[in-house]
């Protein structure tokens, strides 16, 4: 089993920069898929970035690709999302996942980002 919780949303204005943690827990995530995952009101969950734990490929959606970095910090456990140049549309919950080989994925519970004026 793996715990996972986020911090680090809150309001934005737009342009403006926030960056999410997702502290994770209970297992050795060296084989792990660190990714997260969005959801604005209304719509479907969407994948936002994901990167592989071990050798650090990274993946982003089109809508982030040039805006958010993902990355990890092996000594803390910790997955961070820098989101830069945010939109309106960014506004969502944002949600971390950790994927191990195989079908199980585990999610944490979401924290939200507003990005208004």
């Known amino acids: 089993q793996v715990q996972l919780v986020e911090s680090g949303g809150g309001l934005a204005q737009p342009g403006g920069s926030l960056r999410l943690s997702c502290a994770a827990s209970?297992?050795?995530?060296?084989?792990?898929?660190m990714g997260w995952f969005r959801q604005a009101p209304g719509k479907e969950r969407e994948f936002v970035a994901i990167?592989?734990?071990?050798?650090?490929?990274?993946d982003y959606a089109d809508s982030v690709k040039g805006r958010f970095i993902i990355s990890t910090d092996s000594a803390k456990n910790t997955v961070y999302l820098q989101m830069n140049s945010l939109k309106p549309e960014d506004t969502a919950v944002y949600y971390c996942t950790a994927r191990p080989p195989g079908p199980t994925v585990y999610w944490g519970q979401g924290t939200q980002v507003t990005v208004s004026s």
């Open positions: 209970g297992r050795t995530l060296s084989r792990y898929a």
């Open positions: 990167i592989n734990w071990s050798g650090g490929s990274t």
